[in-house]
């Protein structure tokens, strides 16, 4: 067992195994990803797993995930919102792994109890909460914290006006409406399915070149929405979008919602970093104004995933989501100072992931974590310098967070905004492809997305770049691939 006065014993030896596996797994990869195609890595997989057993086998396995991985610590691996965790985070996770406390009661998780409540206080600070009246939690991340944000705006907002049970009648009745961006993450759509309002209940408000949602639009959606008789539960915006790094207005958006009567939910799961950083702190200006807010820190905070945080500016508005189990939250208990954070989470079973993140703030400071976010602004500034610089690449817009948007365009190709739908669709396809052959040749991970709209000449490739170790030579070298590939694509 690894818990225990001799758990330490018994998981020194095999920790060693792990690091000496992680260490030749990665040896043997020998860059961002290994080479060759998906079905080529699946064989191997299954050939280790169809050959390992007995003592070797966590050696054996260890070395097949690490060779197998797409890692982030890698300055060529940049394509998504993943970051390579901090070391001193990473052991911290192991202690909680050893120990595995589950914070559904205070009898199986004391300490860690008391240390989320108490973080939870100090990121309610950050936000610019009142820390005494806000409440919330730890979850796997902004889909589980947009989902609980737009709970509790539903039972909020349609509190006294419709039961639970009778929501399959709001198609018919209430129409309840959530407005977010066409640039907001998928999970706002996904919520409102899950909590039986639909999909459809989503408003797409339109955005800027920036993907910023802009407000005139909002403006217009929930009048629009008002003279239908439809019923304006929530205002999504974003701090920080997934393909860009946009964050919408929120001083503006904030004050459209509470004129119409809206729940404000804040979905800052990537830009919440932003709040770490002096420099870059003003960007969320308007934050404190919001009922909900969701933030990640395994994105801009480097701790391994997952280290959601959900937030709410008010703890009585959580009151839909209290639970009272007799096994594990007595009321008698609680009256005699045992308190529980069952009511704070949709799951049961959860682990301390409050405690990777203390350590990680109580060893580097907000100060600390927030040189690694301005180090990792100035590598975005920096990469887009270079695309600007270069006749083949072309900036989609400057960076706002860490990310980067851009496209490959071939030498001596017309300006794209007069090119013909077709010439368009093939510089989607090989923008398309130049990824995928990097992929396949072990290269680099560059992210690939579309931007809003219809037709061809949508298709952009993205750097997200989280690794604060990465120079501006790391990213000169990961462009100099990308044109590489674009040119070998393009031309045949």
């Avoid at 919330?136 to 006006?161: C, H, P």
């Avoid at 939910?265 to 702190?281: E, N, Q, W």
């Avoid at 350590?359 to 310098?385: F, I, K, M, N, S």
């Amino acid at each position: 067992m690894a818990g225990g006065v001799g758990g330490p014993a018994a998981l020194g030896p095999l920790l060693a195994t792990v690091l000496d596996a992680l260490e030749t797994g990665a040896t043997r990869r020998g860059g961002p990803l290994p080479t060759g195609r998906p079905a080529d890595l699946a064989a191997r997989v299954t050939a280790v797993l169809d050959t390992a057993s007995g003592p070797d086998t966590l050696a054996r396995l260890t070395e097949l995930l690490a060779h197998g991985a797409a890692d982030p610590a890698d300055p060529h691996c940049a394509a998504h919102l993943h970051c390579p965790p901090l070391a001193v985070a990473t052991a911290a996770d192991l202690a909680v792994s050893a120990l595995n406390p589950s914070q559904d009661s205070w009898d199986q998780a004391p300490a860690a109890t008391a240390l989320e409540t108490a973080l939870l206080a100090e990121l309610a600070a950050l936000v610019g909460y009142h820390p005494a009246r806000a409440t919330g939690v730890f979850t796997a991340g902004g889909t589980e914290s947009n989902l609980m944000g737009l709970m509790l705006a539903r039972d909020q907002k349609l509190d006294g006006i419709v039961e639970l049970d009778g929501l399959p009648a709001l198609a018919d009745g209430l129409r309840p409406r959530i407005f977010a961006s066409r640039a907001a993450h998928f999970s706002v759509q996904r919520a409102a399915a899950l909590l039986g309002l639909g999909e459809r209940a989503v408003v797409p408000v339109d955005v800027d070149r920036e993907l910023r949602m802009d407000p005139a639009a909002l403006e217009r959606a929930l009048a629009e929405a008002s003279w239908a008789g439809r019923t304006p539960i929530a205002v999504v915006a974003t701090a920080g979008t997934t393909d860009t790094g946009a964050v919408d207005p929120l001083p503006a958006v904030a004050e459209l919602a509470a004129r119409h009567g809206a729940w404000l939910h804040v979905d800052a799961a990537y830009g919440g970093g932003a709040l770490l950083s002096d420099r870059l702190a003003p960007l969320l200006d308007g934050i404190e104004r919001a009922d909900s807010v969701s933030l990640d820190w395994h994105k801009l905070g480097w701790l391994p995933a997952p280290a959601g945080v959900f937030l709410v500016r008010h703890a009585e508005t959580y009151v839909s989501l209290g639970r009272r189990a007799e096994y594990l939250n007595p009321a008698d208990d609680e009256q005699a100072g045992y308190p529980s954070l069952l009511g704070l989470s949709l799951r049961t079973t959860r682990r301390p992931d409050a405690f990777k993140l203390a350590v990680t703030l109580r060893t580097l400071g907000r100060a600390g974590l927030g040189r690694l976010v301005d180090a990792c602004h100035d590598l975005a500034l920096a990469a887009a310098g270079t695309v600007r610089a270069d006749p083949e690449l072309e900036l989609h817009a400057e960076p706002v967070l860490t990310t980067v948007v851009f496209r490959y365009r071939p030498p001596g190709s017309d300006d794209p905004a007069v090119l013909s739908p077709a010439a368009l669709d093939r510089l989607d396809r090989a923008n398309a492809e130049l990824r995928r052959t990097l992929l396949r040749t072990g290269r680099a991970v560059v992210g690939r997305t579309e931007l809003p709209g219809d037709g061809p000449g949508r298709v952009r490739l993205k750097l997200t770049l989280l690794n604060p170790h990465t120079t501006p030579e790391d990213l000169t070298a990961l462009l100099a691939e990308v044109t590489a590939a674009g040119r070998e694509v393009w031309r045949g």
